[in-house]
């Protein structure tokens, strides 16, 4: 397992933030020191302890964490090129990954073999330095989509070190890995923005939201998640999504005729098949 003397988190909000405490937590860093734009939000990680400093490069650094929303991180690697120690490696948090590999290739250019893609399945609706924790990590899935040019100890070191935080690590292609979270991420949160926008948007707002009740928090929780981040996700990662979001569509289009007719045997079915498939899910069947 290694250690790394010296880290730097790029963007310390729940996911850089809990990062940097699970690595003090497994005891495989010295010193944390946290970059980013907000000075409130690095002070606030500071005197919570999450970070020791606060730092403007990452020339020190022996592993760099890059946790901001995605459409940052061509400026963001950018500015880590020419710093960079050749013995570093850098990781991210980025939701999608297709896009984060381009940027990476463009801004790293020969450093490229340093820079290991990873995406930790762990968000919530809560932002920033106070959301993080420690445990955000325990039972969760991380995603690597390793680049040919990475060496097997750099991949291995970025593992391993997910794994310490109390992660489950997988890895894919950056293809792979943008097609499965487009179904399965992207096109919730799209599904649950759009729902409490037009709710919110209704003349009878206020009657709507006034007698809703857990099933609509159930279903829109997302929608108190990061506009910003999201809004970088969904750009980043728009063709698959789109492909998503015509299948979820064509979905509904299917049930509608169920409905006119009141078929209500078509629709039972429907619903039972889907509530088995929801249970064997949460019951680890597909782990």
Not at 13 to 26: D, Q, V, Y
Not at 55 to 60: C, N
Not at 238 to 262: F, M
Request: charged letters at 20%; hydrophobic letters at 50%; aromatic letters at 6%.
């Amino acid at each position: 397992m290694m250690r790394f003397e010296r880290v730097a988190v790029i963007g310390v909000g729940l996911i850089g933030g809990s990062f940097a405490l699970a690595l003090k937590a497994a005891k495989l860093c010295g010193q944390v020191a946290g970059i980013g734009r907000g000075a409130a939000n690095l002070q606030i990680a500071k005197q919570s302890g999450i970070i020791d400093s606060i730092a403007t490069d990452v020339s020190d650094a022996d592993l760099v964490l890059v946790a901001t929303p995605v459409a940052q991180y061509p400026q963001v690697l950018a500015s880590i090129a020419q710093t960079l120690k050749p013995t570093a490696i850098v990781t991210d948090a980025g939701s999608t990954k297709r896009d984060v590999v381009a940027a990476a290739r463009a801004a790293l250019g020969a450093k490229i073999s340093q820079f290991v893609p990873a995406h930790p399945i762990a968000g919530a609706e809560k932002s920033g330095a106070a959301a993080a924790t420690a445990g955000l990590f325990k039972g969760r899935r991380v995603v690597l989509a390793p680049l040919p040019e990475n060496s097997a100890q750099s991949v291995q070191a970025v593992e391993d070190t997910w794994r310490a935080c109390g992660a489950r690590v997988s890895r894919m292609s950056a293809d792979e890995h943008d097609a499965v979270f487009a179904a399965v991420s992207h096109l919730p949160h799209l599904l649950a923005y759009a729902l409490v926008h037009e709710f919110a948007g209704r003349a009878n707002s206020a009657q709507l939201f006034g007698y809703a009740a857990g099933g609509l928090r159930d279903f829109t929780r997302i929608a108190s998640s990061h506009p910003e981040m999201w809004r970088d996700i969904c750009v980043a990662n728009r063709e698959p999504l789109l492909a998503e979001l015509d299948r979820y569509a064509d979905k509904l289009r299917a049930l509608r005729p169920l409905l006119e007719r009141g078929d209500g045997a078509a629709l039972e079915r429907l619903f039972a098949e889907a509530r088995a498939a929801r249970e064997r899910w949460l019951s680890g069947e597909y782990e």
